[in-house]
C-alpha cells in the first residue's frame, strides 16, 4: 500500500500520472499527497441545465480493464461541496465520482455523481468522522462505490452500470465548489487488479 502511493506521488513527477487542471499538490510524508482545489472548481453536469463545469484538479492514470481503487480521505470541509473525490472518466459526457463532501445540508456525506451526457446527484449516508476510506471497482461496464472505516471493511454506496471504453482515466480529484479553496488529503491510494468477488460487498 505504501508502495503504491509514493509511486504515484513519484509518478505525478514523471509523467506516468497525468494532470486534467493541474494545480498545487505536495508531499506531506511518505505515503500522503495534498492537492490545493482552486476556488469554484469541480465537475457536474447540471440536470437542470443550469451549467456544465469540469474545471476540478483531477490527477490521473489511464488504465484498460478491471481493477479496483482506494484512499483514505479526508479534508477541512471549510465551504458547501468542498470534497475529496475518487473519480473515474471516459470523456466529457461521461464519468463518475465518488466524493467525501460537505454537503448544502450542513453535513459531511459520501456522495456519488454518475454522467452520462447530464449528471446525476445521490447523497449518501452521513458520515461523522472526519476522514473516510473510498473504493472504486469495475468489472467490465459494471462498477461499484463503497465506503469503510479501515480500508478493508466496505459499505456499498451505489451498483451500477455505464458503457464506458475499455481505457479509462482513474484518480483523485479535489474541489471546491462554492469556496475560496480547500486542501485536500488523499493517503494510501492504491490502484490493483486484485479480483473482487462480490461486487456489492467490495471484497
Given at each position: 500500500m505504501s508502495e503504491n502511493l509514493l509511486r504515484t506521488i513519484n509518478e505525478?513527477?514523471?509523467?506516468?500520472?497525468?494532470?486534467?487542471?493541474?494545480?498545487?499538490?505536495?508531499?506531506?510524508?511518505?505515503?500522503t499527497l495534498q492537492i490545493k482545489a482552486p476556488g469554484k472548481t469541480d465537475f457536474f453536469t447540471d440536470p437542470a441545465g443550469k451549467h456544465v463545469i469540469s474545471n476540478a484538479p483531477f490527477l490521473y492514470q489511464e488504465i484498460e480493464g478491471d481493477f479496483r481503487v482506494k484512499a483514505h480521505v479526508t479534508h477541512?470541509?471549510?465551504?458547501?461541496?468542498?470534497?475529496?473525490?475518487l473519480m473515474l472518466r471516459d470523456s466529457?459526457?461521461?464519468?463518475?465520482?465518488?466524493?467525501f463532501e460537505a454537503t448544502d445540508f450542513n453535513t459531511q456525506a459520501v456522495v456519488s455523481?454518475?454522467?452520462?451526457?447530464?449528471?446525476?446527484?445521490?447523497?449518501?449516508?452521513?458520515?461523522?468522522?472526519?476522514?473516510?476510506?473510498l473504493q472504486i471497482v469495475r468489472?467490465?461496464?459494471l462498477y461499484a462505490f463503497h465506503y469503510?472505516?479501515?480500508?478493508?471493511?466496505w459499505n456499498m454506496v451505489r451498483f451500477f452500470k455505464l458503457d464506458t471504453t475499455a481505457k479509462i482515466?482513474?484518480?483523485?480529484?479535489?474541489?471546491?465548489p462554492s469556496g475560496d479553496g480547500a486542501d485536500v488529503v488523499f493517503k494510501a491510494f492504491m490502484l490493483d487488479r486484485q479480483p473482487v468477488k462480490d461486487l456489492r460487498a467490495g471484497v
Open positions: 505525478a513527477q514523471t509523467g506516468q500520472f497525468k494532470w486534467l487542471n493541474e494545480a498545487p499538490y505536495k508531499k506531506l510524508d511518505e505515503y477541512a470541509f471549510s465551504s458547501t461541496w468542498d470534497a475529496a473525490v466529457s459526457e461521461r464519468w463518475a465520482k465518488l466524493c455523481v454518475v454522467t452520462d451526457g447530464v449528471s446525476d446527484d445521490a447523497n449518501g449516508v452521513n458520515y461523522h468522522w472526519n476522514n473516510v476510506w468489472q467490465g461496464n469503510g472505516p479501515d480500508g478493508e471493511n482515466k482513474i484518480g483523485m480529484e479535489a474541489q471546491c
